[in-house]
């Protein structure tokens, strides 16, 4: 059982039940912001599920220069504040530098560390010396075993509320493989597992100037790795996901989310029973 850490009131991790933390991949303004933020407030709070909004000011690790990155610092925090405001959940958001840092903490609940800076030592423990929940993307080029490396250097710091996110491993070129054994691994570091279901079937580069994608898979990865055991499912979802300005392949339609939430929660419910834990 990993341990439990709580973020504002939802606690993840122990026995407790799924968390999911979604939204789109980058912020686009507003009021779709909003939109896409309130409709997944809606839809999880009638199945009871616990939620973490995501979506990203600046992606910095584009393909491509001429890539979509995102609002920026300044203009991002403004639209995620306004969001934690009018709906009271919880946001996540990624750094992607030390200059972030500090402003990032005084809206965010989480602090993501992207999987390109997963082995960069000084900026993981600055950003755990913030105060806040970290969730560490582990690299792709990482095996489940050196994420206790990574876990290391953010408790170092005395933060304990940390996650540690498997987003699938690369797999020769412009391809990721998620192995469900990670998952198992990770949990048994002993703090909270979170699964990534849209960017593992990410096919990084795959389109030359940007990322592709194959979010037909998106439902068995989320099903397989919540009979796994996972304490979160991150997936990035959007209202028009064809027409999004990121990550448009991977990214799933916020109308097929109910029924795999449905699907997610009996799952997560049978696997964390008295009675299947004994089987």
Known sequence: ????????NIPVGGSNPLVLIAGPCVIEGLDITLNIASALKEITASL??????KSSYDKANRSSLSSYRGPGLERGLEILQEVKKKLGIPILSDVHRFEEIESAAEVLDVLQIPAFLSRQTDFIIKVAEAGRTVNIKKGQFMSPY??????????????????????????????LVADMRSLVIMR??????????????????????????????????SRAATAVGIDALFMEVHSQ??????????????DSLPLLLKQIKSIDKMVKSDTYKRA
Not at 156 to 174: A, W
Not at 203 to 210: K, R, V
Request: glycine share 8%; net charge negative; aromatic share 10%.
């Open 146 to 175: 050196e994420a206790k490396n990574i876990i290391d250097k953010v408790i170092s710091t005395g933060n304990h509320n940390v996650l540690v996110t498997e987003r699938g491993f690369s797999f020769g070129y412009n391809n």
């Open 188 to 221: 048994d570091i002993g703090y909270p597992v979170v699964f990534d279901a849209t960017h593992s079937v990410q096919l990084p580069g795959g389109l030359g100037t940007a990322s592709d994608g194959q979010r037909q898979f998106v439902s068995y990865l």
């Open 241 to 254: 996901p064809d027409s999004a300005l990121c990550d448009a392949s991977n990214m799933i339609e916020l």
């Open 48 to 53: 009871s599920i616990p939620y973490i909004f």
């Open 1 to 8: 059982m990993t341990r439990e850490i709580r973020i504002k």
